[in-house]
Protein backbone atom coordinates (compact mmCIF):
# COMPACT_ATOMS: atom_id res chain seq x y z
CA UNK A 1 0.00 0.00 0.00
CA UNK A 2 1.58 3.22 -1.12
CA UNK A 3 1.95 6.27 1.45
CA UNK A 4 -0.25 9.04 0.51
CA UNK A 5 2.46 12.29 0.24
CA UNK A 6 0.94 15.79 1.87
CA UNK A 7 0.62 17.87 -1.03
CA UNK A 8 0.50 21.13 1.20
CA UNK A 9 2.40 23.76 0.37
CA UNK A 10 2.38 26.72 3.12
CA UNK A 11 4.19 29.00 0.21
CA UNK A 12 2.19 28.69 -2.05
CA UNK A 13 -0.99 29.27 -0.05
CA UNK A 14 0.15 31.94 1.31
CA UNK A 15 0.80 33.66 -2.13
CA UNK A 16 -2.82 32.56 -3.02
CA UNK A 17 -4.10 34.05 0.07
CA UNK A 18 -2.57 37.15 -0.13
CA UNK A 19 -3.07 37.73 -3.54
CA UNK A 20 -7.35 37.11 -2.88
CA UNK A 21 -6.94 39.60 0.13
CA UNK A 22 -5.31 42.35 -2.46
CA UNK A 23 -8.02 41.41 -4.33
CA UNK A 24 -11.16 41.86 -2.69
CA UNK A 25 -9.40 44.74 -1.16
CA UNK A 26 -9.35 46.59 -4.09
CA UNK A 27 -12.79 45.11 -5.64
CA UNK A 28 -14.23 46.84 -1.96
CA UNK A 29 -12.43 49.93 -2.47
CA UNK A 30 -13.52 50.52 -6.01
CA UNK A 31 -17.15 49.41 -6.05
CA UNK A 32 -18.33 49.78 -2.57
CA UNK A 33 -16.65 53.09 -2.07
CA UNK A 34 -17.33 54.59 -5.51
CA UNK A 35 -20.91 53.19 -5.66
CA UNK A 36 -21.53 54.58 -1.59
CA UNK A 37 -19.43 58.28 -3.19
CA UNK A 38 -22.13 58.10 -5.92
CA UNK A 39 -25.23 57.12 -3.96
CA UNK A 40 -24.58 59.85 -1.11
CA UNK A 41 -22.82 62.36 -3.39
CA UNK A 42 -24.00 61.70 -7.34
CA UNK A 43 -22.36 61.15 -10.04
CA UNK A 44 -19.94 63.77 -10.52
CA UNK A 45 -17.99 62.87 -6.95
CA UNK A 46 -17.53 59.40 -8.34
CA UNK A 47 -16.26 59.85 -11.41
CA UNK A 48 -14.02 62.00 -9.43
CA UNK A 49 -12.92 59.94 -6.27
CA UNK A 50 -12.29 57.17 -9.42
CA UNK A 51 -9.76 59.88 -10.90
CA UNK A 52 -8.16 59.75 -7.52
CA UNK A 53 -8.16 56.70 -6.76
CA UNK A 54 -6.12 56.23 -10.12
CA UNK A 55 -3.73 58.58 -9.23
CA UNK A 56 -2.56 57.31 -6.02
CA UNK A 57 -2.72 53.66 -7.74
CA UNK A 58 -0.18 54.48 -10.50
CA UNK A 59 2.85 55.43 -7.79
CA UNK A 60 1.82 52.57 -5.55
CA UNK A 61 1.64 50.13 -8.63
CA UNK A 62 5.29 51.54 -9.96
CA UNK A 63 6.60 50.66 -7.17
CA UNK A 64 5.33 47.41 -6.68
CA UNK A 65 6.62 46.61 -10.31
CA UNK A 66 10.00 47.95 -9.65
CA UNK A 67 10.39 45.75 -6.00
CA UNK A 68 9.41 42.30 -8.39
CA UNK A 69 11.72 43.30 -10.76
CA UNK A 70 14.49 43.81 -7.89
CA UNK A 71 13.23 40.30 -6.71
CA UNK A 72 13.52 38.96 -10.27
CA UNK A 73 17.37 39.89 -10.48
CA UNK A 74 18.07 39.33 -7.12
CA UNK A 75 16.98 35.52 -7.65
CA UNK A 76 18.33 34.72 -10.87
CA UNK A 77 22.12 36.24 -9.21
CA UNK A 78 21.96 33.65 -6.84
Excluded at 44 to 71: E, H, K, R, S, V
Aim: include cysteine; aromatic fraction near 18%.
Amino acid sequence: MKKLKNKFNSMDYAAQTRFRVVLWFVFILFFLGLGLIWAFFGRNAAITGFFCLLGAGIPIGLIALFLIGLDVIVKKSQ
